[in-house]
């Protein structure tokens, strides 16, 4: 496509072909999200039922320890290896979206061959309502053109990534001491010894408290990672608007890169949490797309 054309991204990204892909991605990403949340059931199961038992029966000790330990390996094994084969896949069908979309080259030596349309036409069959999926890139491109409009379109899931990767992080970690906390008043309440509450509550606990505090870390890292992503796209963009003949496709599809590996490598913000912040990083991202188009004007 010729640098300074239309590529009319906000109305073609509701035609079929497009929309599709959108529901395949959101199809597969949610099934992979199932060994997540059994492997997040489990761990709360644990954290919450074993140490009522072991307190309420002392002779379950031994056997609770050893569940949670052997929980502890298979959800970070077999489980966790489930789920990341099923988010590249959708992953992989996400970059078809986004290459097609843009009208930008697609990578093979990054992320191996395209998805065949016959699996990307099965994976949307699974999704009935595609409403929540229109107007997917909610921003306002204005009359910008190619390549500068996919560059806001990269900026715009950046910034709205880096946000919620922030918050969750945040989250998740105060979850995780609130329930740190909790263990040990039930052990001072119950006058137990340094040894009894290890053993009886910490030890069956420790995989949900590790966890959380590991997940709040990896979301923050992926947080520090996307900001430096916007960061890029903010150089590209004043050099842009500096001289709009000299940005180039190629630093766009250096973008996408960069976006499709934090998608397939960084950790999972659940659906429920970025259905709950989508309005409004929806109204940010999109106050911030018109605050750079007008200091262009």
Not at 57 to 83: F, H, K, S
Not at 144 to 173: I, K
Not at 245 to 267: N, S, V, W
Request: glycine share 6%; hydrophobic share 45%.
């Amino acid at each position: 496509m010729p640098a300074g054309a239309g590529s009319h991204i906000i109305q073609r990204q509701d035609q079929p072909e497009h929309l599709q892909r959108l529901l395949a991605y959101s199809h597969l990403y949610k099934t992979a999200q199932w060994w997540r949340r059994l492997r997040a059931t489990g761990t709360l199961t644990l954290a919450f039922v074993a140490p009522l038992v072991t307190l309420a029966v002392p002779a379950a000790t031994d056997t609770l320890a050893a569940i949670g330990a052997g929980w502890l390996v298979l959800g970070r094994t077999v489980l966790t290896g489930l789920e990341r084969r099923g988010i590249t896949k959708a992953v992989r069908v996400h970059e078809c979206y986004d290459t097609r979309l843009f009208h930008l080259p697609w990578n093979t030596a990054l992320a191996g061959r395209p998805p065949v349309p016959d699996d990307i036409a099965t994976a949307a069959s699974h999704v009935g309502d595609d409403a929540p999926y229109r107007g997917w890139y909610s921003v306002d491109l204005a009359d910008t053109p190619w390549p500068a409009d996919v560059l806001l379109c990269q900026r715009q899931s950046a910034v709205w990534s880096r946000r919620d990767h922030q918050a969750y992080g945040t989250c998740v970690l105060l979850v995780g001491l609130a329930w740190f906390v909790l263990g040990l008043s039930i052990a001072i309440a119950a006058d137990l010894s340094l040894a009894e509450y290890l053993i009886k509550i910490f030890l069956p606990s420790s995989p949900a408290f590790l966890d959380s505090v590991e997940l709040a870390r990896e979301h923050w890292r992926h947080a520090v990672a996307r900001e430096q992503v916007e960061n890029d796209i903010h150089d590209l963009w004043d050099q842009y608007r500096d001289a709009p003949a000299t940005l180039p496709m190629a630093e766009c599809r250096q973008i996408q890169d960069a976006a499709y590996l934090l998608r397939r490598d960084g950790p999972r913000v659940p659906s429920f949490f970025y259905r709950l912040r989508r309005v409004r990083s929806s109204a940010s991202t999109a106050a911030g797309t018109q605050a750079l188009l007008d200091d262009e004007a």
